[in-house]
């Protein structure tokens, strides 16, 4: 009880000045309140041609402590699209991505709440294995993080761990169609004995999408992949991205509006640990709905 | 000279330089009415520091020209005989000096040695009486002349800016040329050994007989150092055996699988553990320790000593445990994040992680945390003199008794022993061969850490 009481102690400064909007909007929205915090309601903006749904996430919450970092957010992530969260700094976009892989599990008294579902499963409930979950759902992150082995060594390291490799030649085979789905092929294939940290930035980063894609996942998460690169090797991993999304699930996570604007399909907007407006790209970017939405796109904050 | 009482006027001394600064650089302030470049306390700082300098350079002055005075005064009394002979002029000198310091010498004193103690004291307490007045004098002098030079534009902060940095390089100094002197001492005094033993006899020797010396006599042991090497090597190998598994692996509990709570508590537990003196070791070693193993040898029908190798190996390693522990569990802890995000993004769990990516990661930095806790082991006395058993010879059996270079120093250098023979000579070669062996590992260890820290940044 009384962490419940805290919470919302603590969570109701800053987001003030947002309730009057968000109860106007409410009303003019003709729903009803499900509980104190949930007063809040997402923008929706629909497809004109509805994409199949992949994971459908339903009143997620985060707790750091007694600090709520994320409050009910629902959304639906399309299959074989990329969908974009953006949002300012702290804005839970990277907290919400973190709990589609159990990631948050890692981090001591992270509390996660409500249902994540994956094709009729709750990615969310205690009794799954995350370990195999993680292979499912995939996660590329902010900075390339390559381990300090050999290139061939790193794209291996998830095959053999999970024992999905029948012998060496098969463990090859699968190393190099991950290095040539990320596009690294080409410009390692002579050196795969080298450390993977003596690769650039940029090829470092496909060198850990090549990593994430070698156990054959269905949703790859990133977050932040090209923040640390320079613009070349950015459009390059965009470019991946995009081919990728023919296979596989995309979620990322972005401070770039343009990035968003180019490689997604849907996009989120996130503020102040709430879910603000979410729906096609083109919607959000050319006509936002919200008034925070439409501020931080065309950068007066952010 | 009474020390205290030095000491005390000095302070006294240079506390009233301090105020009679402060005073006057008051007073040209409030004459003037100027503004003051540098604050009241800097120019009685600077005040005190010329009247301490001038001080101890005459101080220092006669620390370096007494012994030469004391030598030529007592030479003049030496009779021929004595005189022809170096050895004979040292001992005699020696006694001189002790009767005279009021000491006294064991055994008749010989008329000419009390003559020149008697004339030896009056010139040194007429030239220590002569210092003091000196000392004071430069002191008054210098702190005066500082004084006649405050005015509102004498830079006396920048002065005493320039004054702590002296100081400090001074200090820093002194470390680093004890260091170097102490390097020299044992070089010298060992190159000393080795015109008395063969270098490559005593390196490669396999029995160590050193015998007992007698002055004079020219009595020759045998000085082989292998026994005492193989000692030293055998106990590292079983305290590293104990230390590097359970450090390591406490290191790793702490580091990736203990909770924030546990681990503010247990980390400064376990480093307790290396705040034990060594010495509290040894009694837990030969009183518990050895004693135990003694009745599990009974048991299983092993002979194994109560000191021995193993023992004293096995409490090494208990000693080392905390050591290996703290320092692995930094190394572990600085293998950044990312590399464990991106392991368990990919569906790894705790333990893979920890063996595939984090200790391969860390593998330079815990390789040299390892020779660091070797060298320790390596130079480990207590333990050792008290639960090896002090045998030098050689053998493979670790429950047999050994001996190690330290605990050879420690034998060779205790008791009434001449220390011009070789037999007490020996123990600057022992203790040479350990500084270049830590030296060695230390240099290597650091390379290591060194570079593997540069790694990630």
């Not at chain 1, 309601?41 to 402590?65: N, S």
């Not at chain 2, 002349?145 to 005015?151: E, G, H, K, N, Y």
């Not at chain 2, 100094?173 to 005593?202: K, P």
């Not at chain 2, 860390?362 to 070797?374: K, M, N, T």
Request: a neutral charge.
């Amino acid at each position: 009880m009384t962490t419940s009481t805290n919470t919302v102690a603590a969570e109701g400064q800053p987001i003030a000045h947002s309730v009057d909007e968000i109860e106007r909007q409410a009303a003019t929205a003709g729903e009803g309140v499900r509980e104190h915090d949930a007063v809040f309601q997402t923008v929706r903006r629909p497809f004109e041609v509805p994409l199949v749904t992949k994971i459908d996430a339903r009143d997620v919450c985060v707790d750091y402590g007694t600090k709520r970092a994320l409050h009910h957010v629902s959304i639906k992530l399309p299959e074989k699209a990329v969908t974009a969260f953006i949002g300012p700094s702290g804005c839970g976009k990277s907290t919400f991505l973190r709990c589609i892989n159990r990631m948050n599990d890692t981090i001591e008294n992270c509390v996660v709440s409500g249902e994540i579902d994956m094709e009729g499963e709750d990615l969310n409930d205690k009794s799954r294995d995350v370990v195999l979950l993680r292979a499912r759902v995939g996660m590329v992150f902010q900075k390339p993080n390559p381990f300090p082995k050999s290139i061939f060594e790193n794209v291996a390291y998830g095959p053999r761990i999970h024992g999905v490799a029948r012998d060496k030649k098969h463990l090859g085979e699968i190393v190099e169609q991950s290095l040539q789905r990320a596009g690294l092929w080409k410009e390692v294939k002579d050196r795969l004995d080298e450390p993977g940290t003596g690769l650039s930035g940029g090829q470092q980063q496909r060198l850990c999408i090549a990593r994430a894609i070698a156990v054959s996942p269905e949703v790859i998460l990133m977050d932040e992949p090209c923040s640390a690169l320079d613009p070349i090797a950015t459009a390059t991993v965009e470019a991946l991205i995009q081919e990728l999304r023919e296979n596989y699930t995309i979620v990322i996570v972005t401070h770039s509006m343009a990035q968003a604007e180019r490689v997604s399909q849907k996009t989120c907007y996130f503020h102040l640990g709430y879910l603000v407006e979410e729906g096609p790209t083109e919607t959000i970017f050319n006509d936002p709905r919200e008034e925070r939405t439409r501020q931080y796109i065309s950068g007066v904050f952010g | 000279m009474n020390t205290l009482i030095v000491v005390a006027v000095i302070l006294l001394g240079l506390s009233f330089a301090y105020r009679w600064g402060v005073a006057t650089s008051r007073k040209v302030a409030s004459t003037t009415g100027a503004k003051m470049h540098s604050r009241y306390g800097y120019h009685g700082i600077l005040v005190a520091l010329w009247c301490a300098i001038p001080a101890a350079i005459v101080f220092v002055l006669y620390l370096v020209f007494e012994p030469m005075i004391a030598e030529a005064i007592m030479q003049s009394y030496l009779p021929r005989a004595v005189a022809a002979d170096p050895a004979l002029t040292a001992d005699a000198m020696g006694r001189i000096r002790n009767i005279a310091s009021g000491f006294g010498a064991s055994g008749e004193i010989p008329a000419y040695q009390q003559a020149a103690a008697n004339a030896l004291s009056r010139v040194s307490n007429t030239a220590g009486l002569a210092t003091i007045a000196l000392a004071a004098a430069a002191g008054i002098i210098g702190a005066a002349m500082a004084r006649a030079r405050i005015t509102p534009d004498l830079r006396a902060r920048n002065f005493v800016e320039i004054a702590v940095r002296i100081m400090l390089i001074v200090c820093s100094a002194i470390a680093i040329l004890t260091t170097l002197g102490i390097v020299l001492s044992v070089l010298s005094e060992s190159i000393r050994f080795f015109t008395y033993v063969n270098v490559f006899d005593f390196l490669f020797g396999t029995t160590w007989n050193p015998r007992f010396s007698s002055t004079g006599s020219g009595g020759q042991g045998e000085f082989g150092l292998l026994p005492l090497l193989w000692g030293t090597i055998m106990i590292t190998i079983i305290a590293m055996l104990i230390a590097v598994p359970i450090g390591l692996m406490s290191a790793i509990y702490l580091s990736e699988y203990a909770g924030s709570k546990f681990r503010f508590i247990a980390k400064p537990l376990l480093e307790v553990l290396a705040g034990i003196p060594t010495i509290v070791y040894g009694i837990f070693a030969i009183f518990t320790v050895g004693p135990v193993f003694y009745e599990i040898g009974k048991l299983i029908g092993l002979d194994i000593r109560a000191a021995s190798a193993f023992t004293a190996g096995t409490v090494m390693g208990i000693m080392i445990i905390p050591f290996v522990s703290s320092l692995s569990d930094d190394i572990i802890s600085q293998v950044p994040q990312a590399m464990r995000d991106g392991s368990y993004g990919l569906g790894a769990t705790k333990s893979e992680t920890i063996r595939r990516v984090i200790l391969p990661a860390a593998l330079p930095g815990i390789v040299g945390a390892f020779l660091l806790a070797v060298s320790r082991a390596v130079g480990e006395t207590m333990i050792v003199v008290l639960a090896a058993g002090n045998s030098p010879v050689l053998t493979l059996n670790p429950f047999d008794a050994v001996s190690t270079v330290t605990v050879t120093i420690v034998n060779q250098l205790t008791g009434d022993s001449d220390f011009a023979s070789p037999q007490s000579l020996v123990a600057f070669a022992l203790g040479l061969t350990l500084f270049v062996l830590t030296l060695c590992l230390n240099v290597v260890a650091i390379y290591i850490v060194k570079r593997y820290r540069e790694q990630y940044e």
